[in-house]
């Protein structure tokens, strides 16, 4: 499945770079989601948006910026990173609807290592 | 609090059947995902349960009862690509999906 692309797929910064994440959706969904995956923790909801809006914000630091231009990009702006945020971060898609959400579709996600 | 549980880790032979287990207490339900992930891959969709019972696609059946909280993935005539994580998920109240650790299955041959 290559409905979601994520670039790049490693990153390694300084904690004091600003770097971005990418993520291109091509199923024609509405929503769109950033997840972090620790080792052997669940994943972990960042952000969602539905029709470019930032609908949740799950008191994620502000060091951590998205941006949703329009409903097939999300971007996730990094500054001033701590070593604890080494994690792979994982991009999703998926349509929302009055009824509900359906199916969640995921890109291979970022490897990124903070030093 | 919302809790999904499911065993860390799990070894079975090449061939055989194994179960993988998962339990939930979440603020609402809208239905069960599993997914699977390969190492360094994207988790990806395997099946969806929203009533009581058994699904099954293939090598793969998944099972639900929501008056237990309680789902497994069934997983037959084992190969050596079924190796990977397998991802537990329960959608709440909100749509939002809420997710176990995941169980790493090693395929021995």
């Known amino acids: 499945e290559t409905g979601v692309t994520q670039t790049p797929r490693h990153l390694v910064m300084g904690m004091t770079n600003k770097k971005s994440l990418k993520c291109e959706q091509h199923?024609?969904?509405?929503?769109m989601y950033w997840y972090k995956q620790s080792a052997k923790k669940p994943l972990e909801l960042m952000f969602v948006?539905?029709?470019?809006?930032?609908?949740e914000n799950n008191s994620v630091p502000s060091r951590f910026s998205p941006e949703c231009p329009n409903s097939s990009h999300l971007f996730l702006h990094l500054h001033t990173l701590q070593p604890e945020d080494s994690a792979l971060y994982l991009c999703a898609s998926s349509q929302v609807h009055s009824g509900g959400a359906d199916t969640q579709y995921f890109g291979p996600g970022t490897r990124l290592t903070v030093l | 609090g919302q809790n999904i549980d499911q065993p860390t880790e799990m070894t079975a032979t090449e061939g055989a059947i194994v179960q993988i287990n998962c339990t939930y207490q979440t603020s609402g339900f809208n239905g069960l995902f599993w997914y699977q992930q390969h190492a360094g891959e994207a988790p990806t969709f395997l099946s969806y349960n929203v009533l009581d019972g058994l699904e099954e696609k293939g090598r793969f059946s998944s099972f639900l009862s929501r008056s237990k909280g309680y789902s497994y993935l069934l997983l037959k005539e084992l190969q050596m690509k079924d190796s990977a994580s397998y991802l537990c998920?329960?959608?709440?109240?909100?749509?939002?999906?809420?997710w176990g650790a995941g169980t790493k299955l090693i395929i021995k041959p």
């Open positions: 948006y539905n029709f470019k809006e930032q609908t």
């Open positions: 998920a329960v959608m709440d109240s909100n749509y939002q999906l809420i």
């Open positions: 199923l024609g969904h509405n929503a």
